[in-house]
């Protein structure tokens, strides 16, 4: 895993956006269109949202490092690794589709196809083994980033991640002789242990935006 140059991606994009002002400039255009279960206070919502988008992107490498030691440690590395390329892909040589973008407002895209990607790989696992590849619950978050992007452009990039896991992952690729041995080492206890030593990503954000229960 390549996670230093994401973390110097990350670095440069935070110097240009504190010279430019860029996200907040942008976060300043998409407020009005968020959707209403999402609730942010009127009088810190500028920088509620700052804190939101700086921690959901400084949290992708470290969930790649993360979710690669755990792998090897626990004998999986070689079913998971080719995940996390995709993810590490996805900053190091984004698609099309990204170029153009500066700063955060730009890396925001990334770190959204990288999450999507973990949370839709988390659903097939799911399918075949009755729980996650990676236990974190990035829903809220990844709905929150979607809207914040934009809904065209983030659909489009929901469709390039679909694209990527259909390409990487089919029912095939669970009917090898060695799935029974990988179902067997993912439900370990040491997989579960060594998942416990690294806090819940949700958490880690410490952005405090609320769905309205009336929703």
């Known amino acids: ?18 010279k430019t002002g ?21 009088a810190e919502k500028n920088a509620v949202l700052t804190r939101f988008v700086s921690a959901y992107i400084e949290q992708v490498p470290d969930l790649l490092d993360a979710a690669h030691d755990v792998a090897r440690e626990a004998g999986i590395e070689s079913q998971i690794k080719p995940v996390l390329k995709i993810a590490e892909q996805f900053f190091t040589q984004p698609p099309p589709e990204l170029l153009g973008h500066e700063g955060l407002e730009g890396l925001l895209d990334e770190a959204y196809l990288a999450h999507r990607l973990v949370e839709e790989v988390n659903d097939i ?10 236990p974190l619950d990035m829903t809220v978050a990844n709905l929150i980033a979607h809207q914040l992007i934009g809904e065209d452009f983030a659909n489009q990039l929901d469709e390039a991640v679909h694209h990527s896991v259909e390409q990487m992952l089919n029912d095939e690729s669970f009917s090898l002789e060695s799935v029974e041995a990988y179902r067997e080492k993912l439900t370990s206890p040491d997989t579960g242990a060594a998942w416990k030593r690294w806090p819940c990503l949700s958490k880690q954000l410490g952005v405090e935006l609320k769905l309205s229960p009336d929703l």
Do not use: C, G, W
């Open 22 to 42: 860029l996200l907040t400039q942008h976060l300043s255009v998409q407020f009005p269109h968020l959707h209403k279960a999402i609730h942010v206070p009127d």
């Open 1 to 18: 895993m390549n996670t230093a140059a994401i973390r110097e991606q990350i670095l440069r994009a935070q110097a240009l956006d504190a």
């Open 125 to 134: 696992y799911i399918k075949h083994f009755s729980q996650p590849l990676i």
